[in-house]
């Protein structure tokens, strides 16, 4: 899914604020946030990982840009905890005006009125699952990431989509994101580690970077 949170590899935006970067919690909303994460789960508004990221994807992209990184968490929890029927977004929205908020502020949750269905949950606490095709490339294989512009979650990040680089190692079957983020269930696939070189990347010589990235966003190049 291509967004406003599709920003790696991306110029523009400055250099990374690292300032802080030992400290947890920056203030003590955030640690709330965090417990809110781990509460909404229990209580059945989404069932993975995936599901999450991908409400996290769908907020307000000013949102996604201004409120920070506990912010957007709080984003997503609102809109699965929304699309669960768990609490209404008008009935959050009253909550935040008697703590001091206005009808006018910026609202991150940006709930889908046709959610997907939730899902099975997890088969296990890894992501890591057997899989019992064999797997299409091998270590050392040449490949081109797909130019992939799906409406749905993905992992496939925009700045190596059709670049040209090599499998450096085979993880076996994990849990695909693409499906399991939308209740379609886990359908493992092969996952691999590819290494870019920057030359390919940014026409920038001298270092590479490498990405993990499932079979079904790869294709054999030839040499």
Not at 122 to 135: E, G, N
């Amino acid at each position: 899914m291509k967004g406003v949170h599709d920003l790696g590899g991306k110029s523009g935006y400055g250099q990374v604020d690292q300032s802080g970067a030992e400290t947890v919690f920056h203030d003590r909303w955030e640690a709330k946030v965090f417990a809110m994460v781990g509460a909404g789960s229990a209580a059945g508004a989404w069932s993975n990982t995936d599901r999450f990221r991908h409400a996290v994807e769908r907020i307000d992209p000013e949102a996604y840009l201004t409120h920070g990184y506990y912010g957007r968490w709080l984003g997503g929890v609102e809109t699965l905890l929304a699309e669960a029927g768990i609490v209404s977004q008008e009935e959050i929205t009253l909550r935040a005006i008697a703590h001091g908020a206005s009808r006018s502020d910026l609202i991150a949750a940006q709930p889908s009125s046709s959610p997907d269905p939730l899902g099975e949950p997890p088969s296990s606490s890894s992501s890591d699952r057997l899989i019992s095709s064999a797997p299409k490339f091998n270590v050392g294989d040449q490949v081109r990431s797909l130019v992939n512009a799906v409406s749905h979650h993905t992992r496939l990040p925009e700045y190596v989509m059709g670049k040209r680089g090599e499998i450096v190692m085979h993880h076996n079957g994990w849990v695909f994101p693409d499906t399991n983020a939308h209740g379609k269930g886990e359908n493992p696939k092969h996952l691999y580690t590819v290494r870019f070189s920057s030359e390919v990347l940014w026409d920038k010589p001298g270092f590479a970077v490498c990405v993990d990235l499932f079979e079904p966003y790869l294709e054999f190049v030839n040499v």
